[in-house]
């Protein structure tokens, strides 16, 4: 393939996952804004995880708490590294305390681990960049300028 054509197929790419990365992204900081304005915090223990260091880190920990009038619950939590370090170990879990931030409407869908869970609220800023420049990428191409 041609690398002017390997740039289109980019650009086209980019012109059409920007608008999902833009609303997936979006979606995420709603989501954040309502667990900090409406959000319950209980504490929660860390019972286990999974972790993979290298190219593709990957921190994830197994968590019970009991959101107030419910009963108890279990959930994974992607986390990011920084938090990871702070309550494990590469062979186990050396602080198993957790705050947990939940919405009482949405239990298990809202929940975070306060200070550690991971978010993708990049990806509104992502979307946009990638839409905007995969845009001007074809107009400058196809206005015969490249």
């Known amino acids: 393939m041609e690398t002017p054509t ?3 197929l980019f650009a086209a790419i980019a012109v059409i996952a ?5 609303y997936s992204g979006h979606q995420e900081k709603e989501r954040l804004a309502r ?5 319950v915090t ?7 995880g999974e972790w993979k260091r290298g190219k593709n880190s990957n921190y994830q920990f197994d968590v019970s708490y009991t959101p107030q009038s419910s009963a108890p619950v279990k959930q994974t939590f992607k986390v990011t590294s920084n938090y990871f370090s702070a309550h494990a170990s590469d062979t186990a879990v050396t602080d198993p305390v957790a705050k947990v931030r939940y919405l009482p409407s949405a239990i298990q869908d809202s929940a975070i681990l306060v200070g550690g869970s991971t978010d993708f609220t990049a990806g509104f800023n992502l979307g946009i960049g990638a839409f905007v420049g995969g845009l001007l990428t ?4 196809y206005a015969g300028k490249w």
């Open 6 to 8: 390997k740039i289109k």
């Open 138 to 141: 074809m107009g400058i191409m």
């Open 35 to 39: 667990l900090e304005k409406e959000g």
């Open 42 to 48: 209980v504490d929660g223990i860390i019972e286990g």
């Open 18 to 22: 920007g608008p999902f990365l833009t």
